[in-house]
C-alpha cells in the first residue's frame, strides 16, 4: 500500500515539473494574428504574453477606430493564445495522472 502511494506521489511530482517545463516553453511558442485587412498585427506568446503590436498608418487618423481593432485583434489573440495554452497543459496533466481506482472517468 505503501509503496502504490509513494509511486502516486513519485508521479504527480514528475507531472508538476512537466506542467512548469510545458509553461517554460509556451513562453517561446509565438502566435500571430491580425485585424482584417492587416491594419492591425499582434504577436503573442502562448502563455499569453503580448510581444509585439504593428498598427497601419492610416489608424492613426481614426482614434476610435484604432481602439475598434486593437480590441477585436488582442481578443482573437489571447483566445488562440488560451486554447493552444489550456490544450497543451491539459494532455501533460492528464498523461501524467496517476492510477487511482475510481478515478478513470477524468481520463
Same mark, same amino acid.
Request: aromatic share 0%; charged share 30%.
Given at each position: 500500500m505503501f509503496?502504490?502511494?509513494?509511486?502516486m506521489m513519485n508521479k504527480l511530482? @514528475? !507531472?508538476?515539473?512537466k506542467v512548469e517545463n510545458t509553461k517554460e516553453r509556451l513562453? !517561446?511558442? %509565438?502566435l500571430d494574428e491580425e485585424s482584417n485587412g492587416g491594419l492591425v498585427k499582434v504577436t503573442i506568446t502562448a502563455n499569453? !504574453? +503580448?510581444k509585439k503590436i504593428e498598427i497601419d498608418n492610416e489608424l492613426l487618423?481614426?482614434?476610435e477606430m484604432l481602439e475598434d481593432y486593437l480590441i477585436l485583434t488582442l481578443n482573437k489573440a489571447i483566445e488562440r493564445a488560451?486554447? +493552444?495554452? @489550456?490544450?497543451? %497543459?491539459?494532455a501533460v496533466a492528464k498523461d501524467g495522472m496517476p492510477d +487511482?481506482?475510481?478515478m478513470d472517468l477524468f481520463k
Open positions: 509503496g502504490d502511494m509513494m509511486g511530482k @514528475e !507531472t508538476q515539473q513562453n !517561446t511558442v %509565438l499569453r !504574453t +503580448i487618423e481614426d482614434k488560451t486554447s +493552444i495554452n @489550456e490544450a497543451e %497543459l491539459a +487511482i481506482p475510481g
